[in-house]
Structures are given as C-alpha cells and as structure tokens.
Nanobody, 124 residues
Framework: QVQLVESGGGLVQAGASLRLSCAAS????????IGWFRQAPGKEREFVAA????????TYRHSVKGRFTISRDNAKNTVYLQMNNLEPEDTAVYYC?????????????????WGQGTQVTVSS
C-alpha cells in the first residue's frame, strides 16, 4: 500500500516558479514509477510528466518541455516537479500517481495509487 500526498501548490503570477512535491508512504517507494497529471476546471485530467523507478527515464507532455523538470529522491520517498516560467494555461489541480509499471503511470487510468491533488493557479 502506498499513500501519496502532494504539496507546494499556490497562486503565482505568470513567469514565476513553483516546486511541487509528492511524498509517499511505505518502504517500497523505489519500486514505483511516479507521474504527475493535472486537471483544469471543465477539462479532462491530462498527463504532465513521469519518472521511472530509478529516476533514469523521464518523459513530459510537449507543452511543458523545457519549463518543467521531474526528479525523485528515493531516500526521502519524494518526487518533485519543478515548474518554471509558469503560464496561465498551467492553472489546474496537480496530482501524482504511482505504479510499478512506467507505462501505466504515463497512461494514468490504471495506476494503482493517486494523491488528492494540489492547486496551482497562475495569474496573467
């Protein structure tokens, strides 16, 4: 069993930065790939970024490449999403998910575990 808790969201102006954290319980954190998704009001949840169990493989949605960086610290059971040069279009609730399979994390719907989300609001 893994519990995920997101933090680090907030209200910022366009161009600012935020770092989201996804803290996981359990001693098998390094067995799970971790992903970040977001959901804006009235829109479907969409993939943002994912990182493999070791951290050696990462992938991003096209619109955040070069602005967002996903990383993990397995000793701290935490995955981070560094978000730079934020745009109003990044406004959403951000969720992290976890699954043993990297592909399942990226696809999202079948992932074993999800957090409750953290709100990110970017004003223009």
């Amino acid at each position: 069993q893994v519990q995920l808790v997101e933090s680090g969201g907030g209200l910022v102006q366009a161009g600012a930065s935020l770092r989201l954290s996804c803290a996981a319980s359990g001693r098998t954190f390094s067995s799970y790939a971790i992903g970040w998704f977001r959901q804006a009001p009235g829109k479907e949840r969409e993939f943002v970024a994912a990182i493999s169990r070791s951290g050696g493989v990462t992938t991003y949605r096209h619109s955040v490449k070069g602005r967002f960086t996903i990383s993990r610290d397995n000793a701290k059971n935490t995955v981070y999403l560094q978000m730079n040069n934020l745009e109003p279009e990044d406004t959403a609730v951000y969720y992290c998910n976890a699954d043993e399979a990297f592909g399942t994390v990226v696809a999202g719907t079948e992932a074993d575990y999800w957090g409750q989300g953290t709100q990110v609001t970017v004003s223009s």
